[in-house]
């Protein structure tokens, strides 16, 4: 009777172990799937991050390029103006 109790307590056992190993492995392969899918999703993001920060700092630069542009602009009208006053000076004095 002790043989017989002990034989099926183990077949049980093993029976139950079996199940578990798959649901353990279609577990595992869930988790892996959802980590694959984190980790997509965080590539994306850092992705279209990159992107916005390439966007902005393009226009920021689009707009330094200008300003010293004008800057430029400024300083040579300044310097024709310097000419122009200086030359007056000159002129008046002979």
């Given at each position: 009777m002790k043989?017989?109790?002990l034989s099926t307590v183990l077949v049980v056992a093993l029976g139950l172990s079996f199940t578990?190993?798959?649901e353990t492995e279609k577990k595992a392969d869930?988790?892996?799937?959802a980590i694959e899918n984190a980790a997509d999703d965080t590539a994306d993001a850092m992705e279209d991050a990159a992107?916005?920060?390439?966007d902005k700092t393009e226009g920021a630069l689009e707009?330094?390029?200008?300003?010293i542009d004008n800057a430029t602009n400024e300083v040579k009208e300044a310097g024709k103006?310097?000419?122009g006053a200086a030359k007056e000076i000159v002129?008046?004095?002979n």
């Open positions: 043989k017989l109790l578990s190993c798959r869930d988790m892996g799937d992107d916005d920060a390439a707009k330094a390029g200008k300003a103006a310097v000419d002129g008046d004095d």
